[in-house]
């Protein structure tokens, strides 16, 4: 039973990159990444700064898939990105046009997170709602 | 030499040459006869040597299905299908698992074991399959975990088993800093395995 314990922990430490084998369903592949991270570390990797704390509202985004994603349009909090990305609190960074998710980077965040559309994340918790709740 | 006795050389002559020709004739007559039997017991040969070679493609194809069947039946009996149902591994298993992924709620139950007779055309009603279903319920951090949970089952538990219902929940907030309960997960799982059967006397 040890060596398969053994084998089940290794197996478990696959997980993160399991996470991102299945694309997006109820959570985005970086969101269940983040969970795995916390769930590691008995804990969050990082704090959002108290300035950043609020709603994070990801309204929708638009790009032709021929075009080149720099064409793309993000609207944050009912106001549209700028080209550079960078809103108040963070950047907007790039679309998957596979998952339909944008990536955002929020200031101290060592990396970004993909949103649906219509994803609304508590800032100052880190608690994701989606659009129809 | 008189006429007379031309006549008898004559005739001697004739009876030689009718006793040739009778004598070729039967020596041709049983040569054609053995050639026909050669021929017959070629043909026979033939035939015999299309069978045995039909029956050594069968005897190849068979002992390729029995290599096959018994690798996948060794792979079955090494998951502990072909044996007694090992339920202390399988809630072994479990709770390894629930502790590994640190899920905040965790519970199982088990049915008593049911013997499945009426499996379907083709197979034995005494095949001694047994079927256990299995409930769980469980608090998941994020959808990856109902995945885990079935291929750690998969490798680790003995037996062979199959989600037969699931019911899957998003909860309203999802909590990223916090390891709390974000999808509600039951499921309903199937353990099958085949109580091997007693030698009987004679079957070896």
Redesign the interface.
Known sequence: ?KV??L???I??SL?PL??YA?GD???TSS??Q???N??ER????WQIQPQTAGTLKINGFYYKSRERQSKSVVWLNGQQVPNTGRFNGGNAQSLNKRDKTVGIKLDGAPRSLSFKAGQKL?LN??????AY? | MSIQQMLTEFKVRIIQLLLVTVFAGLILTGAFLYAGDIDKQKADALHQQSQINSDIDRLIEDDNIVRSMSASFLQLKSKGFYAQEDRLAWTEVLKQLSEQLKLPNFKYSISPQKIISNIGSGFQSDLGLAESLMEIEADLLHEGDFVSITEQLSVFAPAVFNVSECHIEKEKLIVLKQIKRNIGLRCTLAWYTVKPLPIQEGEL
Request: charged share 15%.
């Open positions: 039973m398969s314990a084998f089940m922990v197996a478990l997980t399991r996470s299945f369903l109820f959570l969101q269940r983040l969970i795995n916390m769930r008995n804990g969050a990797e508590q918790q880190l608690n994701v709602v989606d709740q």
